[in-house]
């Protein structure tokens, strides 16, 4: 049996009681329940909780159509913003090649659209795409969303040009709602092949399905360990009998915890640079799932060691508003020993013979003691490895903590309400058809 991630609160006690957190961990059991019952709040948005156990069913397609656009292209372009696109880049940069663009292996590249507005950005894929075999997976619930469906246009008609209509159909796969919104229709309008999100599920919740399942298959992973991963922790976190060892309601109970001794923001530490994007996920899975009704913890992160150079300082000796969980990986893929150096001009041949993971690991101890010492609470989760197996965990895990720490803070963790406040500001802005008086307040308050 493989070992699971875990949750340490080793770095709590003189903040917040153990006790205090078992305890509340028990009193969290209700939420847990309400999560496997179904019958919370947003309780039409936990179709999620299941997907483990149930997505094998789609497995086989999902590497069928990733097998096709694999042979077809070099190159694939995920046009997806928040949910749907996060979950895919977490996984696919935590396990690829740190330059895959330059390594030898040539694996198939992943890039991204959909997720900005910039007019730089958008100018220079187009210009790089002018040279790639390339293929679009462009994913949006909605199909409406402003940022991805102005970069599908563009790589759509870019895409038609380089290859005429029917070969760009062939390699423009669709992922939406399974019958309404305006990307089902264009892709039925053209022959996509498509996948649905299923109605239950939000874009954060929604990695586990064909949303985050086939550009990470496409990337060449093998997502039926991810969902293995993701089975095997699932058993443990709805499991409502043992919340001692509930991972899920030990990190839920604790961050709630520290959050009522006064520290607002939450740092996501990573000291494997493989990790940043895990963190970004994160931080939009926290943030639109807690953030409202003037609560929430604010969900920030740091990669480090390359931060202690600069939010370091603050961590350590600003103001005591912030806690840590640091998601510590045990083993690293792969080995690099520290040279001797004749002259040891930087004094560092005491290092000579180890291997760059061991002063990383003790870089991680030392400053797990410093800012414990400076008043920073640190909740650790540790990772045996690298992989999709603990991916899928990962991803799982946090997503179930989530929705139990959404329910402590009694919020609804599934919707996103003010989402739209910047929307309807931007359209009023670009006069769109019915937001005429509204632009003309928002003119008016800019004069
Ligand atoms: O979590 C969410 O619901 C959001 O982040 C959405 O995923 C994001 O806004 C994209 O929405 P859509 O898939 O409808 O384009």
Redesign the pocket.
Known sequence: MKENINVSLKGLPGFVPLEEIIALSRLSLRHLEAINSRTGAGNDFLGWVSLPEEMHLQTDQIMKIARHIRNVSDTTVVV?????YLGARAVIEALSHSFPLLSASKNHQILYAGHNLCEDYLSELLEVLDHRNYSIVV?????T?TE?AIAFRLLKDHLEAKYGKSVAADRIIAITDSTKGALRSLSELNGYETFSIPDDI???YSVLTPVGLLPIAIAGIDIKAIMEGAISIAALTRDNKNHENNPALLYAAARNLILQTGRSIEIMVNYHSKFHYLSEWWK?LYG?SEGKDGKGLFPASVDLTTDLHSMGQYIQEGQRIMFETVVSVKSSEKKVIIPLEKEDSDQLNFLAGKRISEVNANAETGTFLAHTDGKVPVIAISVPKIDEFYLGQLIYFFEIACAISGYILDVNPFD?PG?EAYKKNMFALLNKPGYEEAGKKLRERLK
């Open positions: 997806g913003i928040g949910g749907s994913i949006s619930k909605s199909g969303t991805p939000g874009g954060r939009q639109e996103q989402v």
